[in-house]
């Protein structure tokens, strides 16, 4: 399994699963079943899919929203579950990200120090 730097919205995806577990379970089951075909989908296929037929198949749409900021914590725990969706689900990598965004914030940072002297 490929180490990924936790997601910054890891705990805000946990909670919007704990609160909507049917939308969970359909994401989950969507994938489980390509994955039986050997098929790959992407997180963002998933949560369009659950985003629609909660939408315009169940009429819900005012009670579900899925925030994309959500998206890879939302893979991880899938996979958590399910550990042999690990090759079927693809999810952007967030090493990078989250080195680019601490260099990001040390730069600002710097700047910040040497505009206070």
Known sequence: ????????????????????????????????????????????ALAERVRWE???ERGRDEEFKINNNYLAALADLIIERHPHLEECIDRRRRGHRATFATVSRLANKVRELQGAH
């Open 1 to 44: 399994m490929e180490m990924q730097t936790k997601s910054p919205y890891h705990d805000q995806a946990v909670r919007w699963a704990e609160h909507h577990p049917e939308a969970m379970a359909e994401m989950e089951s969507m994938a489980l079943s390509l994955a039986r075909r050997g098929r790959k989908v992407g997180i963002q």
């Open 54 to 56: 909660f939408k315009y």
